[in-house]
T-cell receptor
């Protein structure tokens, strides 16, 4: 089954404790992206990647890091989480060759930072 | 600054009637527009799209209309069904930063009343 998976689905952590949210897709997509969803703000892009070892900042990259060492994986790293990073996070992927616009989303990771 | 706006946070419609969801954008560079649908505890899923060279695109019960002069698009669902109850996100894109990144609106929660 074609899918984007994220782990964990739910996470409660404390300020300053480094964490990683994993994202993996099995569709051989070149493009991957991370978004956060907040009430009244919709989905905002954090980082994106056009292919292996190619990453770039989205609209709200502060406090986040990413890496793309393999085509299928695109982890989101919070080195020192703060309460304002409490949010619902989505990973997405798409095929640049077929349709760069139509992105497949993972199920989301709800992060709470206390 | 929100480049894609959905001014109605919620909409309720009787089953069988038409649902009309609206979206406005400010960036005249956008050349592709999409609607995504999101159920609780799931990621958004692609619903329908339209290129800026068209003014209408239809797919079954779903039709998207684009008015470029007004920078406005709308999604019509006819007839509405209870299973259509979800949050609908409008998104827009243009090629920049080496990618076709998506800019999302804040979402409209549609409730179809049986």
């Amino acid at each position: 089954e074609a899918q984007v998976t994220q782990n964990p689905r739910y996470l409660i952590t404390v300020t300053g404790k480094k964490l990683t949210v994993t994202c993996s897709q099995n569709m051989n997509h070149e493009y991957m992206s991370w978004y956060r969803q907040d009430p009244g703000l919709g989905l905002r892009q954090i980082y994106y990647s056009m292919n292996v070892e190619v990453t770039d900042k989205g609209d709200v990259p502060e406090g986040y890091k990413v890496s793309r060492k393999e085509k299928r994986n695109f982890p989101l790293i919070l080195e020192s989480p703060s309460p304002n990073q409490t949010s619902l996070y989505f990973c997405a992927s798409s095929s640049i060759r077929i349709s760069a616009y139509e992105q497949y989303f993972g199920p989301g990771t709800r992060l709470t930072v206390t | 600054d929100q480049q894609v706006k959905q001014n109605s946070p919620s909409l309720s419609v009787q089953e069988g009637r038409i649902s009309i969801l609206n979206c406005d954008y400010t960036n005249s560079m956008f050349d592709y527009f999409l609607w995504y649908k999101k159920y609780p505890a799931e990621g958004p899923t692609f619903l329908i799209s339209i290129s800026s060279i068209k003014d209408k695109n239809e797919d079954g019960r779903f039709t998207v209309f684009l008015n470029k002069s007004a920078k406005h698009l709308s999604l019509h669902i006819v007839p509405s069904q209870p299973g259509d109850s979800a949050v609908y996100f409008c998104a827009a894109s243009f090629f920049h930063g080496g990618a076709n990144n998506l800019f999302f609106g804040t979402g409209t929660r549609l409730t179809v009343i049986p």
